[in-house]
């Protein structure tokens, strides 16, 4: 009886995989006064017995393993946390230094303000195409010698203008302002009236070369608006004048001198100031106007801190977006009412149309970004497009009249 429990023990024990506590109990005496199946169920009930206890103990050693893993895994995710938070700051330091050093390479493009310059190139190339179609007067070397000067005399204009901003600390904070590149506020300004001179030279030889005293009159008194501008003691920009000064400065002083300008001593009759150069005049004054306009909405806060009451510190970025809409609704209507008063040849109306998806996106462009900053600062340069192809229309549509008016200027 012994052996059969010992075999039926030994059995039931193997299949539990208790071995060691199971032969500890078999060799214990049993009594000859149990039947047998009681032995069986005692050699039975003392493995299964350990088989809970063991479970418990697994279950209990399965949870107590759960909970450090967790707690382990949750100490890892808080370092991890930390870490990246570490790392994330760092980060941002690390762009904020990328960002320094990207901006460092793209002040000098931001400084030289190139696509600024076409406020030269338009009035020019519109006064010389209306001279081209009034009398078929056209000098190539003139307008180049022109154009130069004009460069450098919208140079002198930029860097002045940087100077006397940061002597009143509108340009403190101003990362692309020549004088803060530069490091040197006399520097820049013996440099930007060392340019001044130099352009000027170069309208006094058009001058003379044309030999009509009109046009000196008119460029003299475009430069001087251009100083009383910013210029102390003056600085009617920061009184809210500098929109109707840039007006009169680039539209009918500037445009109707080079349209003089090509004026010839050889010729008799004198280029006659008509309705034809002065309707184009208004209208290349209108989109210069609109670039600063819009270049002072980003910039609202800074100017309002310096008292510079800009016609955006006055009314508004919101209101100023309006007001955008309504200059480029003034300018075609203009363009349109001109071309049925016959003022300007059709051809003009025709070519300045196809500019209206230009103005389109900059009047769209201003009224969803009016008031953030980092993207309102592109639309002057949307507006610089518009004014660029505008003028560019213009000319062209100016130029393919002549084929018109081939005998007879066009009435005053």
């Known amino acids: 009886m012994r052996m059969v429990c010992a075999s039926s023990s030994s059995s039931i024990l193997t299949n539990t995989t208790m071995t060691t ?33 063991f479970q418990r103990q697994s279950f209990k050693s399965n949870i107590s393993s759960q909970l450090l893993s967790m707690e382990r895994k949750n100490h890892r995710q808080f370092s991890s946390q930390n870490e990246n938070a570490v790392v994330l700051e760092e980060a941002d330091n690390n762009n904020n230094e990328v960002e320094e050093v990207i901006s460092q390479s793209t002040l000098i493009w931001r400084a030289i303000k190139l696509p600024i310059y076409s406020v030269a190139l338009v009035p020019l190339t519109v006064g010389s195409a209306a001279a081209y179609l009034q009398a078929g007067l056209f000098s190539v070397r003139r307008y180049f010698v022109l154009l130069s000067s004009s460069v450098l005399i919208i140079t002198w204009l930029n860097l002045s203008n940087d100077v006397y901003d940061f002597d009143t600390g509108a340009d403190k904070n101003k990362k ?119 270049s002072h909405f980003h910039q609202v806060d800074e100017d309002k801190a310096v008292m510079k009451m800009s016609p955006l510190v006055r009314i508004g970025t919101k209101a100023g977006s309006h007001l955008v809409k309504v200059a480029i609704l003034t300018l075609y209507t203009l363009l349109f009412a001109f071309g049925i008063s016959k003022l300007l040849p059709i051809s003009c109306i025709v ?62």
């Open 21 to 53: 506590r199971t032969a500890l109990t078999i060799t214990n005496p049993i009594p000859n006064s149990l039947p047998v199946h009681h032995h069986i169920y005692h050699v039975k009930r003392k493995p299964l017995q350990s088989c809970k206890h």
């Open 176 to 294: 692309e302002s020549v004088v803060n590149i530069v490091g040197s506020r006399t520097g820049t300004l013996i440099a930007a009236y060392a340019l001044l001179a130099l352009g000027f030279m170069g309208l006094t030889w058009a001058y003379v070369e044309a030999g009509d005293i009109r046009t000196i009159y008119l460029l003299t008194c475009s430069i001087m608006l251009g100083y009383i501008y910013q210029c102390p003691p003056f600085r009617l920009s920061y009184r809210g004048l500098g929109e109707p000064l840039c007006f009169a400065a680039f539209g009918p002083f500037a445009t109707t001198a080079f349209y003089l300008m090509h004026n010839s001593q050889s010729v008799i009759q004198c280029l006659p100031i008509n309705g034809t150069i002065l309707s184009a005049s208004l209208l290349v004054g209108l989109t210069t106007t609109l670039i600063l306009f819009c």
């Open 351 to 412: 070519s300045c149309a196809l500019t209206l998806p230009v103005a389109k996106l900059v009047v769209s462009y201003v009224e969803e970004n009016y008031s953030d900053k980092s993207k309102i600062f592109m639309a002057k340069y949307f507006c610089v497009r518009l004014h660029a192809m505008f003028g560019a229309a213009l000319s062209v549509g100016l130029v393919m009249a002549k084929s018109y008016y081939m005998q007879r200027p066009i009435l005053p």
